[in-house]
């Protein structure tokens, strides 16, 4: 049994870390835990980085020398060999891999730690904070790396928990109530499925997985091969039941109107690196499963479904841009442009064409850069103005010119400007939409002049107007304080996240090469049989 | 002040390496096509520089005094950029070709699934995204007005930003986002397909928004930033439509492939009129938003918030120039005489249309501005409409099949869009320059004399504190002269050429072929008289009778970072209208040989001795409304004597002197007039569209904020409540007793595991 692959390694010792650094200081002697708290953040973020350096070695090849370009469908890049038994007895296996849908994830989330760190560097209690966000980080990992239905399911939940810590400890004023919506809520909806999962389970075929006392399995590569060819589950109601079990549990994660209410009230109360960590990651385990699990091993329910998806990802987007519009609140609009923006990507998939689903995987990974640019700029407008009502502060390019920087940068690259990352994913989507649905393009198209309209409204009310430090403040905010630029540690934060936004807009091509192939090989491999069925259909 | 400013060409020592950049690459071997990499990252890498040298230098002594905050380095990587640009444009003209497209780097990869009747496949026709350089006529004009112009204006912007106190510690922002937008212009005209065309067209909204809102502390500056970005984005996403269409049609956005044979679509399918029309004219809506023309001109005249320089550069000279560029593209698929899609008429009425109705309504409006900014916006609007108009005609005539006239008014258009961006950059800076000075004469006026402030009422754009500076500022008024006389069509000078082909042809051809041009061809003709009346009025305002402030009565003309730019391009205005007239552009620039105008001679002969009689009629009356009937009634109303011991050099005092010959005209009645308050409210556009966005998207998204809040998350927190009240009610059934719960347990398990292998098998 070895755990040292490199995957294992990003996924375990993060977590085994974080639970380390938070219980040892409670265990050891007073003098000696008091040194040690001190010191927690610097070793999680030497540990984050080196954990981010470890992936980034693995995407450029020096780890593993892998083409990411020629990986094959149904096949995975440093996917454990053998199977190593958890539970033997019902066939649970601690298999791992990665591939072009999961790898962008994963990078973006080593990344997006000790970025969440550095904008929260001297946050309170931060012994323990530093600590939750290396979990964090073992958890999210977890979720896109397993390839073993049960571990994915477990760490799926396990993400839950340093966040709910998070927003509960770290949060504001009304931090008790969205935690408990977040967690409840959310843990309601992988509950159906998990239903779901279950089934799938009890369908699967023998295999050398399969556990001992049950005779089946949750290997994931097994039952998206078995479904590929023979089917999963025979009977077609059953399908579509556990499709749309499945579907429930990922799209309120994404989360999709209707069930998006838990969002806007988690990143209202969560702390910045909560928020950031929150829209970059958490969001897209929703898209990723969905496409993982219910697309690859379903595709007759997916194409029977697509009006749905169509529906749910329009939905969001227009509702969602719309709501934007009539929020007063900063998070609270950042919160519903994520919303509007996940409905890009059932879009995206909807559209069954390859440039679609390379869109929507690049909008993922877009979105995960620039949606924490986003927060981590309301965090800091929070943390200097104690408030986030739009326009109870003017002027700040006068007093922060670098917060203003960032907020002009962060917006234009969420609204879609060309040359910043979300633009690629907009159009790929854009272009296969236009293929599929035609004219109905206009719609989406239409909502981006909305998407514009909040972005410009809220900068014109916040950046703009005034160069006077008092003049709009809410009366109390400042205390009477003059107020100050963003602090080094937030700054330095910012400027990553805003440098990769123009980076990925300039070269997409860092990973949209990987999408855009994985994304045709997906589609030959398991949709295409059931398109060509669906067509030759009277 | 002559000592002072003899120093400051030190400053730009640094510009010499600059200089040598290009021919030091092209020793290296860097191929002539390839320069054009340079010519936009040159201004793109020292975008940063400059924005965040400005940030933590921040009044530096070296920073402000040597570099101008950044100005000078600015101004160095447009050098960069204009010097590839004369390289690549004489490479260009000494290989005799049409067209010439360099290597193009992929962008972005990907597939298209297509149903070929039996099953879906990967359709090998759709190409991928890439990136290159492509030159034609078309775009090397363009090239050489961008890169000229870019360089005029950042040299005349160092002299007018940097001595306002009001900018100083700000300067860094305006120059690198003057340099980010030159790189989007010079990106714009080079890329070699419709999608990079879109992005760099894309970075140029931007900039225009960050230099409109530069005053961002001004609400009226942040108000007209985002209605600058907010019109044109409604262009913008229907642009983008039309880009979605097209790659649908023709399987890529590359001009090599869309215009090797705009028949033919991917995989050999032969392109309809009825697929690819919709397509263009969605992409006409995009060049309606950016090139302000009716309906979504509103932001123009706001954006006149920004410096001066800024007007001069975005929304006169260059950026507004982007749909016209956009537009003169779409030529390929209509022209039937080469490979063109039969039966797309209509494009090119509407778009006809659409230029003869703002060209109107422009001008209309302009006649009664105060503002001298104001007037300039109005008739950019105004010639940007006529170049419209032009290309227009040459799209429906072209589409007709009648080549001849289709490719010599394109010709025409396209030379307009020439003169215009000169002429009309060129009367931005000097009304800047007024506008400066006005205003530093204020400003001195308040320092020495009395100190109580009156700085906000004091309007130095407004041309009622004006009048009489003709004297005082000699340069600047033979400049703006020289400008207005090009704007107007004054025989003989810039526009005059390429104005006259416009309405000429298109008289042509809605006599001959399409009577719905005709409509249009009478606006033209009745703007050109309008705007001879605007442009005289606004030069009389300003330059001749008495001073009407004391402020004007002070003013006198300083730095030659203004005056140099204004010389130069006074002397382009002036001379090559009728040099490159005699030169053949029209055939250059619409590409054909279209076998006429060959030369000076015959573009004159063509304008006053044209071989059917209506056009000659037509003709002169042009001439005689813009050159004498418009300028004469405004100088009977604005013009006026210098005052006493004041006189201007040569042409000035004559045209001065002449405009008191005149009786003057009292025109108070008509001022007062309903339809004057109309056209002062701007034809009540404004007030309609904000009216319409009051009365829906601000109750809809309230109400939809409403929605979520109490109806979605409502129904969420009453299933919390009904469950808290549920768990109240199993909280009777706890007793306490170990066995129960496990026995709860248990049975709550199996119960489960039966339904899933129940409901599985």
Same mark, same amino acid.
Request: net charge negative.
């Given at each position: ?16 870390? !974080? ?6 200081? #409670? ?110 980080? !073992? ?63 009890? #369908? ?14 949750? #290997? ?17 109601? /059953? ?85 934007? /519009? ?111 649905? !035609? ?34 403040? /809410? ?64 | ?33 390839? =320069? ?76 298209? =699934?297509? $149903? ?80 990079? =065309?879109? +992005? ?209 008014? =394109? ?34 006026? $308040? ?55 416009? @309405? ?116 002169? @009356? ?15 109303? $604005? ?48 007030? +309609? ?66 339904? @899933? ?5």
């Amino acid at each position: 049994m070895t755990f040292t692959d490199p995957l294992s390694i990003i996924t375990l010792v993060p977590l085994l870390s !974080g639970l380390l650094l938070l219980i040892l200081p #409670n265990v050891l002697p007073q003098h000696i835990s008091q040194r040690m708290q001190s010191s927690v953040r610097n070793v999680a973020i030497g540990l984050s980085t080196a954990v981010f350096a470890l992936t980034t070695l693995i995407f450029l090849g020096t780890i593993g020398q892998i083409d990411w370009l020629s990986i094959g469908m149904g096949s995975f890049v440093l996917e454990t060999e053998d199977p190593v038994w958890l539970i033997e007895s019902i066939g649970v296996t601690w298999h791992l891999g990665a591939d072009a849908l999961s790898f962008p994830m994963i990078w973006l989330t080593t990344l997006l730690i000790p970025i969440s760190m550095l904008v929260q560097w001297d946050v309170e209690r931060g012994h323990r904070f530093h600590a939750l966000l290396l979990i964090m980080e !073992g958890a999210l990992v977890g979720v896109f790396v397993s390839l073993d239905l049960f571990v994915f399911y477990v760490f799926w939940e396990l993400t839950l928990v340093p966040m709910f810590f998070l927003i509960m400890i770290w949060g504001g004023e009304d931090r008790k109530y969205a935690s408990m919506k977040f967690f409840i809520y959310t843990f309601t909806a992988s509950v159906l499925m998990l239903v779901g999962i279950l089934v799938m389970y009890f #369908n699967t075929a023998d295999s050398i997985f399969s556990g001992s006392l049950t005779g089946h399995h949750f #290997n994931l590569v097994e039952m998206t091969e078995q479904a590929r060819v023979s089917g999963l589950i025979a009977s077609e109601g /059953l399908r579509h039941l556990v499709w749309l079990l499945l579907l429930i549990g990922f799209a309120t994660k994404m989360p999709s109107v209707p069930v998006h209410t838990w969002l806007p009230d988690a990143h209202v109360q969560a702390p910045t690196a909560g928020s950031m960590l929150l829209a970059g990651v958490m969001l897209k385990m929703g898209a990723y499963g969905f496409l993982r699990v219910a697309v690859a091993i379903f595709p007759e329910s997916t194409l029977t479904f697509v009006p749905l998806l169509v529906f749910l990802g329009m939905a969001s987007l227009v509702y969602g841009a719309v709501v934007c /519009l009539g929020q007063t609140n900063l998070k609270r609009m950042v919160a519903y442009s994520s919303v509007s923006h996940m409905g890009l990507i059932f879009l995206g998939i909807a559209t069954m064409q390859p440039i679609g689903f390379a869109g929507a995987l690049f909008m993922m990974f877009a979105h995960g850069i620039i949606s924490p640019l986003l927060f981590a700029v309301a965090g800091s407008f929070k943390h200097h103005y104690h408030t986030l009502e739009i326009g109870s502060m003017r002027g700040i390019a006068h007093h922060s010119p670098f917060l203003a920087g960032h907020m002009m940068l962060g917006w234009m690259g969420s609204l879609g400007l060309p040359l910043l990352a979300g633009f690629v994913a907009e159009v790929a989507i854009m272009i296969a939409f236009w293929m599929t649905f !035609g004219w109905w393009v206009l719609l989406p198209a239409i909502t981006l002049i909305f998407t514009a309209l909040y972005y410009l409204t809220s900068m014109q009310k916040m950046i703009f107007e005034s160069d006077d430090p008092h003049q709009g403040i /809410l009366p109390d905010t400042l205390h009477g304080e003059d107020p100050r630029d963003v602090t080094w540690h937030e700054n330095v934060g910012m400027f990553i996240l805003g440098a990769l936004t123009i980076l990925f807009g300039i070269m997409p091509f860092i990973f949209w090469d990987m999408m855009s192939v994985w994304s045709t090989e997906f589609i030959e491999t398991y949709l295409i049989h059931a398109m060509n069925a669906l067509e030759a259909m009277p | 002040m002559g000592d002072k400013h003899q120093q400051e060409w030190n400053l730009l020592l640094p510009l010499l390496p600059a200089l040598l950049i290009v021919p030091i690459l092209a020793v290296l071997g860097v191929e002539p096509l390839d =320069l054009g990499f340079a010519a936009i990252l040159a201004p793109f890498l020292m975008f940063p520089i400059v924005l965040l040298v400005g940030q933590i230098w921040n009044g530096n002594d070296i920073w402000v005094g040597k570099l101008k905050e950044g100005g000078i380095l600015a101004l160095a990587s447009l050098a960069v950029s204009l010097i590839a640009a004369f390289w690549m444009i004489v490479h260009f003209l000494s290989l005799h070709e049409k067209k010439v497209h360099g290597d193009s780097i992929t962008w972005l990869n990907f597939d298209v =699934l297509s $149903h070929d009747g039996t099953q879906w496949s990967v359709d090998a026709g759709f190409t991928n995204i890439s990136f290159g350089i492509w030159l034609d006529s078309v775009s090397i004009m363009l090239l050489f007005v961008a890169t000229f112009l870019c360089f005029l204006i950042c040299w005349f912007a160092i002299g007018y930003m940097t001595t306002d106190e009001i900018n100083s510690n700000r300067n860094h922002r305006f120059f690198a986002e003057f340099i980010l937008f030159s790189m989007g212009m010079f990106g714009m005209v080079l890329a070699d397909s419709f999608l990079w =065309l879109f +992005i760099f067209w894309e970075i140029m909204g931007l900039c225009s928004y960050l230099l409109i809102g530069f005053y961002y502390w001004k609400e009226s500056a942040a108000a007209a930033a985002k209605k600058a970005f907010m019109t044109t984005r409604v262009g913008d996403v229907f642009l983008m439509v039309g880009l979605l269409m097209l790659y649908d049609i023709y399987g890529s956005l590359d001009f090599a492939v869309v215009f090797d044979d705009p028949s033919t679509g991917v995989g050999g399918t032969v392109v309809e009129a009825s697929k690819l029309q919709p397509a263009l004219l969605m992409l006409f809506i995009g060049c309606v938003g950016k090139s302000a023309q009716f309906p979504l001109h509103v932001w123009l005249p706001d954006a006149m918030e920004g410096p001066t320089p800024v007007s001069a550069l975005i929304h006169a000279a260059t950026m507004v120039n982007a749909g016209l560029y956009l537009v003169a593209r779409m030529v390929p698929f209509v022209d039937v005489y080469h490979h063109g899609v039969p039966g797309m008429e209509e494009l090119g009425l509407i778009v006809a249309w659409i230029g003869g109705i703002t060209a109107f309504m422009a001008a209309s409006i302009a006649f009664v501005q105060n503002d001298i900014k104001k007037v300039l916006a109005y008739s950019t609007m105004s010639q940007l409409a006529y170049i419209f108009l032009g290309l227009g005609s040459a799209l429906y005539l072209l589409a007709a099949d009648h080549h001849h006239a289709g490719y010599f008014v =394109l010709g025409g258009a396209l030379f307009h869009l020439f003169n215009h961006a000169m002429a009309k950059g060129m009367l931005f800076m000097a009304s800047g320059s007024v506008i400066h000075e006005v205003h530093h004469a204020h400003h001195d006026l $308040h320092h020495h004399g009395h100190n109580d402030d009156h700085h906000e009422e004091f309007d130095p754009q407004d041309m009622r504190n004006m009048g009489g500076l003709a004297s005082k500022m000699p340069v600047t008024s033979i400049a703006m002269m020289l400008g207005s006389m090009s704007i107007i069509g004054i025989p003989l000078i810039g526009g005059f050429w390429s104005k006259e082909a416009i @309405i000429a042809e298109t008289w042509l051809g809605a006599l001959e072929y399409e009577p719905l041009l005709l409509g249009p061809a009478i606006l033209a003709v009745m703007t050109a008289g309008m705007t001879g009346f605007y442009m005289t009025r606004m030069w009389m305002m300003t330059f001749a009778g008495q001073p009407k402030h004391e402020a004007s009565a002070h003013v006198h003309e300083s730095t030659p970072w203004i005056k140099t730019p204004l010389v130069t391009l006074s002397i382009v205005t002036a001379t090559t209208g009728a040099l490159l007239a005699s030169m053949h552009v029209g055939e250059f620039l619409s590409g054909e040989e279209a076998g006429f105008h060959l030369g000076v001679v015959d573009a004159l002969k063509h304008t006053f001795f044209p071989e059917k009689q209506a056009l000659m009629v037509v003709g002169y @009356i042009t001439i005689a409304l813009s050159s004498l009937v418009g300028p004469i009634i405004a100088m009977k109303v $604005h013009g006026g004597k210098l005052a006493d011991g004041e006189s201007a050099n040569g042409m000035v005092a004559w045209l001065v002197g002449l405009s008191a010959a005149f009786k003057p005209m009292d025109v108070s009645g008509m001022a007062n007039s309903r339809l004057a308050d109309s056209l002062q409210n701007r034809l009540h556009f404004d007030d +309609i569209y904000q009216w319409t966005i009051s009365k829906t998207i601000t109750p809809m998204s309230a109400f939809s904020a409403w929605f979520d809040a109490n109806v979605i998350d409502g129904i969420v927190k009453l299933v919390e409540r009904t469950s808290v009240s549920g768990s109240m009610w199993i909280r009777t059934y706890t007793t306490g007793n170990t066995r129960d719960y496990i026995l709860m347990a248990a049975v709550g398990a199996l119960s489960i595991f039966v339904l @899933i292998v129940g409901v599985s098998q």
